[in-house]
């Protein structure tokens, strides 16, 4: 579903990401994990086709972002770390804007927006403008509009920031769930515990870097340590000279 072939992406001088190379298959649900300033914003903004890498190709669904970037945003949502909504809608109305951008028929749409009302437990408040939603309210209902058209890959930015406790364990559930059923889910999160309890494998970026890519075990065999995702985490970015490549 993902292929970063040898990409790299510069501000001028600076080098936000370099030779990064990346394939994530279909019904995948992959963590990326990271300091601040490491790179995983510019990476998750060229999937997105929001940025277009310097040198390399990014390549989502086997479109490449850069020559078919209609194709390829078709078949993503990404939900960001903050989570963005039209103040003067309703929840249902933005629910309803999303279905159209996607051009969705009416009658599927219809159907998706109250699925995804029911998963979310947006019924309560759904019919009410966004702009006197809580920041929990705000993030459930991005993620609903993010599923309303059955994207093939969601990506995922600090999702759980902002949610109560049972929020969070009925966010980790529909990950997984998603991920079992052939969506792929791209996860960039500071919370490594949910990644290690969640991802099928865990890549490591610092300093616009790939460190490390694979399974806790492996992980775990090339770092040379018998630890958990945070002490695996802190040994492979603070390290110097230490590059981990499976």
């Excluded at 963590?31 to 601040?36: I, K, S, V, Y």
């Excluded at 914003?41 to 086709?49: E, F, R, S």
């Excluded at 009658?107 to 006197?132: G, M, P, Q, S, Y």
């Excluded at 209902?141 to 059955?150: E, M």
């Amino acid at each position: 579903m993902i292929e970063i072939s040898n990409v790299s992406k510069s501000y001028g001088p600076k080098i936000a990401v370099q030779d990064l190379s990346l394939h994530i298959p279909n019904g995948e649900l992959f963590a990326f994990l990271g300091p601040n300033g490491a790179g995983k914003t510019t990476t998750i903004k060229m999937l997105c086709g929001l940025l277009f890498p310097t040198t390399g190709t990014v390549r989502v669904g086997g479109f490449d972002l850069r020559s078919h970037g209609d194709q390829a945003r078709a078949l993503v949502s990404y939900v960001p770390d903050q989570p963005f909504l039209y103040e003067k809608l309703t929840g249902r109305e933005f629910l309803q804007f999303t279905a159209d951008l996607y051009a969705m028929p009416r009658d599927r749409a219809a159907e998706k927006i109250d699925e995804v009302i029911d998963l979310f437990h947006l019924d309560e408040f759904v019919d009410d403008l966004t702009e006197r939603y809580s920041h929990g309210m705000r993030q459930r209902t991005v993620f609903a509009s993010a599923l309303v058209h059955d994207p093939k890959l969601l990506i995922a930015d600090e999702p759980t920031v902002g949610l109560d406790p049972k929020s969070i364990r009925e966010l980790k559930t529909l990950l997984r769930k998603l991920a079992d059923s052939g969506t792929t889910v791209f996860l960039s999160t500071h919370t490594l515990d949910i990644a290690q309890e969640l991802a099928d494998r865990i890549g490591i970026i610092d300093r616009g870097r790939l460190l490390g890519c694979g399974t806790m075990t492996d992980l775990r065999k090339h770092a040379a340590m018998d630890g958990n995702l945070e002490e695996l985490f802190l040994k492979i970015t603070e390290v110097p000279g230490v590059e981990i490549t499976v």
